[in-house]
């Protein structure tokens, strides 16, 4: 089998394309209100990273995927159970699209957004 993949030829997927999908899992997680901008990174300019909006993408030297992601959360939510749900809905959609290894996905909840007059 897998030579027949080498006779094919070699089939490769952007690091953009997988943050894209990461980003679309994340939306679709009930309590998420939305990804925030990652904070900027410094010290090592040369990592194999990719960043999205609010999502950032490490590969290791053996391909496993390592994902950081930003969000803000709606209010009332419980945000251990969104932030699991939300790690379960990355790496399902990448294994369910590329098939690629989900080493870790990192949630930062930076904030909760409560409308205007909406308690805590």
């Known amino acids: 089998m897998s030579e027949e993949k080498e006779l094919l030829g070699r089939i490769e ?5 997988l943050t894209m999908i990461a980003h679309y ?7 998420i209100h939305k990804v925030t901008t990652a904070p ?3 010290g090592r300019p ?5 960043r999205t909006e609010g999502i950032t993408l490490h590969v290791t ?6 994902f950081d ?7 009332h939510v419980d945000i251990m159970k969104t932030s699991r749900d939300l790690q379960a809905a990355v790496a399902e959609a990448i294994d369910k699209m590329v098939g690629l290894p989900v080493e870790a996905v990192n949630v930062h909840v ?3 957004i409560y409308a205007q007059g909406d308690a805590a």
């Open 13 to 17: 997927v952007a690091p953009d394309v």
């Open 25 to 31: 899992a994340v939306m679709r997680v009930d309590g």
């Open 40 to 42: 900027a990174e410094k």
């Open 46 to 50: 040369f990592r194999r990273t990719s």
């Open 61 to 66: 030297d053996d391909d496993r995927l390592i």
């Open 69 to 75: 992601i930003f969000v803000l959360m709606q209010p």
């Open 110 to 112: 930076e904030d909760v």
